[in-house]
């Protein structure tokens, strides 16, 4: 006989329904799911063909390919040299930098929780029990790699700093100095991308762990501060910014392809 868990499991209440909520409980999860896999799904999509990355005449850069190391990246995108020779098309332009990041989110407290309840449905919801008879957490593999999270910030941390290198030198145009929809775009990007990094478990570990008096460090303290009010918007970054890196993407993409002009202010 199989064992009996969750609401059937012995010692609790003979409640017949698995759930006792009436509200629309699912609708959380499945919405996470869909917009978690329409991101992967044009992030491969994007980082796959390999095209429509650069304008040149602005250096606009799309994130989802810097920075652009290969011998495969157009003239002029290649701002750190050539590491690597071609890639063929499904390699990542950017294949230094993308697998942290995604192991950064992958990690992330935040989208452990989102994917684990959409994906894997443990839990589905508050009070709704999952299909398992057995939890073992994250403390076997491959789930107790979850606990590298803080390494994994560290490089985020690097990138950032790539990626704001990336936005002022797109501070460009043929004549000098240069401001567009494309700077605004980017630069807000990056902003937000800060954010949510500096929003991070581990960046709050950072600014006051081991601190038993907040008085005697009160630049460590006022650090702590700020990365503890990111952190309450942690959920609100992690979505945000997934939507500004598909924004500044696919804007950098219709201007290089032509298909769109750059609102130029500036140059």
Partial sequence: MATKTGVFA???????????????????PLVTLLGLSAFVLY???????????WVDKYHYLSPFASPCVSASCVAGSSDYGTWFGHF???IPLAIVTLPFLLLFRLTCYYYRKAYYRAFWLSPRACAVPEPRAKYSGETRFPLIMQNAHRYFFYVAVLISVINTIDAVKAFHSPTGFGFGLGNIIITGNVLLLWSYTMGCHSCRNITAG????FSKHPVRYWLYQRASWLNG????????????????????????????????FIG
């Fill in 10 to 28: 012995p010692g609790r209440a003979p409640i017949p329904e698995p759930t006792l909520r009436n509200d629309r409980w699912w609708l959380a």
């Fill in 43 to 53: 992030g491969l999509i994007r980082t796959a063909t390999q095209s429509d990355y």
């Fill in 88 to 90: 063929p098309q499904m």
């Fill in 210 to 213: 081991r601190i038993n008096h």
């Fill in 233 to 264: 918007r942690h959920m609100q970054l992690a979505w945000t910014t997934l939507g500004t890196l598909v924004l500044t993407d696919a804007y950098i993409a219709l201007v290089s392809s032509g298909t769109i002009s750059d609102l130029r």
